[in-house]
Nanobody, 115 residues
Framework: QVQLVVSGGGLVQAGGSLRLSCTASGIIVSIRTMGWYRQAPGKQRELVASIALGGSTDYADSVKGRFTISRESAKNTVYLQMNSLKTEDTAVYYC?????????WGQGTQVTVSS
């Protein structure tokens, strides 16, 4: 059974940093494409960052240069380091992976950036 447990959200001032963690069970994150999505109130869920099997990463234009996705095999965990946070980064953040035609999602964590 695949489980993704997300942690690390919270309230931070603009310009600050947070690190989100996504710890997986039932899969090995280092051999999966993993992604972080976010959903702000009244908006569609959007892809923030992804890391592929070979380690290549991809980012939404809005977070390039500020966010970094990485993974730690020993802890079977994927991270999203968020720096220089802006109020528009406020959203619920989700970790996800897909196996065949099934998408698995973590429970989401709230990130609130105050001005």
């Amino acid at each position: 059974q695949v489980q993704l447990v997300v942690s690390g959200g919270g309230l931070v001032q603009a310009g600050g940093s947070l690190r989100l963690s996504c710890t997986a069970s039932g899969i090995i994150v280092s051999i999966r494409t993993m992604g972080w999505y976010r959903q702000a109130p009244g908006k569609q869920r959007e892809l923030v960052a992804s890391i592929a099997l070979g380690g290549s990463t991809d980012y939404a234009d809005s977070v390039k240069g500020r966010f970094t996705i990485s993974r730690e095999s020993a802890k079977n965990t994927v991270y999203l380091q968020m720096n220089s946070l802006k109020t528009e980064d406020t959203a619920v953040y989700y970790c996800t992976t897909q196996i065949a035609s099934t998408a698995y999602w973590g429970q989401g964590t709230q990130v609130t950036v105050s001005s």
